[in-house]
């Protein structure tokens, strides 16, 4: 099987109106970006939704601090980062991520510090404002039933704080 290049991945947690975790995704020049309230599972068992928000540069994928008013206010931290690779299949071939995003179903491996193997986006429906996405782990090696990193890993990867240590210091 034919795997892409790796691209950036980020998964930033953020206590805006109500704590969530940004999935960013490098497409192409920017981050595809999914809300997903409850973080991302390491359960292949877990279905977690994941509603798309609007792309973010590129330059954001190392942002950690307070976003001090208006859409997305609040505290931002990198909880894991690393790349992926494009694994989504079609008749034997690799189809482009972009692609297979607008076609409503991408299957990735993460490399990232916290969470690495295959996870799986699959566009669910839409509301007036947003399209709604499942993100679940796939059956593989890197499935951990016992795993929880996102409430025994809560610190960013790059500064070692918590969200609660960035508001307070920022």
Do not use: C
């Amino acid at each position: 099987m034919a795997r892409s290049r790796s691209n950036l991945f980020v998964i930033q947690k953020h206590a805006a109106s109500t704590l969530h975790y940004d999935f960013r995704l490098q497409v192409g020049q920017v981050l595809r970006s999914w809300a997903v309230p409850k973080g991302p599972s390491t359960d292949p068992r877990h279905k977690r939704l994941a509603m798309a928000v609007e792309d973010h540069s590129l330059g954001y994928a190392r942002f950690e601090g307070v976003i001090e008013s208006g859409y997305g206010a609040g505290t931002v931290i990198v909880w894991d980062i690393g790349s992926y690779e494009n694994l989504t299949q079609r008749d034997g071939r690799t189809v482009p991520i972009a692609r297979a995003l607008k076609d409503g179903h991408a299957v990735i491996e993460l490399h990232g510090e916290k969470l690495y193997g295959g996870y799986a986006l699959t566009r669910v429906g839409a509301t007036r404002e947003r399209e709604r996405w499942i993100l679940v782990k796939t059956r593989g090696d890197a499935a951990d039933a016992r795993r929880n990193p996102v409430s025994t890993q809560p610190e960013s990867v790059l500064s070692g704080r918590t969200i609660e240590e960035v508001a307070a210091g920022d």
